[in-house]
């Protein structure tokens, strides 16, 4: 069984533009989680996606957005990057009906660097 | 005050050293609770859930403590290879929500 993929695996950006994540699922998977984790901090909770609606979304600015498509797969859109938006950003992905109870399969993250 | 607070460390152990971990979280309302293993620059794994009764996982024992609302992991017969940053995670529910981590590093 694939897990969760993500990509790119590694993307760098210049302040000011937008940047791209990817991610899909587990096969049979519906809820997907975005987390920032920063250098040497812990993982911060971005947004919550099941059955293609937003569910919930951490304490971060408006330009953190994202989507979730039909079948499941996940975007998050960082607009006009900062310096300190650079880190690892990683999605997780469980079934919904039991969200958070067994706990999440984490994809390998993508590496975002703003220069 | 945090969610979930951790002892960063790190903790620095010999081989074959018995070590714990603590974690305190906020929310009563908090229903499954998790212990995640992270080595350096890659992505946390679960190491193991944490139920009421406690439960055991070879050299690993973690326990949960509602009423204090902590939680701990025990390690037994450290190995180098269990060198690692311990999350403690929480689900409120709705979301997991992690602790910062306890940097473990076991030396010869």
């Known amino acids: 069984e694939a897990g969760v993929t993500q990509s790119p695996t590694h993307l760098i950006k210049t302040r000011g533009q937008q940047a791209t994540l990817r991610c899909s699922p587990i096969?049979?998977?519906?809820?997907v989680y975005w987390y920032q984790q920063a250098l040497g901090l812990g993982l911060q909770f971005l947004l919550w996606?099941?059955?293609?609606?937003?569910?919930n979304r951490g304490n971060f600015p408006p330009r953190f957005s994202g989507r979730q498509f039909p079948n499941y797969s996940s975007e998050l859109n960082v607009n006009a990057l900062e310096l300190e938006d650079s880190a690892l950003y990683l999605c997780?992905?469980?079934?919904?009906?039991?969200?958070?109870?067994?706990?999440?399969?984490f994809g390998s993250g993508t590496r975002l660097t703003v220069v | 005050r945090k969610e979930v607070e951790q002892d960063p460390g790190p903790f620095n152990v010999p081989e074959g050293a018995t070590v714990a971990f603590n974690c305190t979280y906020s929310?009563?309302?908090?229903?499954?609770f998790f212990w995640y293993r992270q080595d350096c620059r890659k992505e946390p794994k679960l190491l193991m859930s944490?139920?009421?009764s406690g439960n055991e996982d070879g050299r690993f024992t973690a326990q949960l403590n509602r009423a204090s609302q902590y939680i701990s992991l025990l390690i037994r017969d450290s190995k180098l290879s269990d060198s690692a940053t311990y999350l403690c995670?929480?689900?409120?529910?709705?979301?997991?929500?992690f602790g910062t981590g306890t940097q473990l590093k076991v030396e010869l």
């Open positions: 997780a992905s469980s079934a919904r009906v039991v969200a958070g109870a067994y706990g999440y399969t």
């Open positions: 096969s049979g998977h519906t809820s």
């Open positions: 996606y099941d059955e293609g609606e937003e569910r």
């Open positions: 929310n009563s309302a908090s229903q499954s």
């Open positions: 944490v139920y009421s």
């Open positions: 995670v929480v689900n409120p529910p709705d979301k997991l929500t």
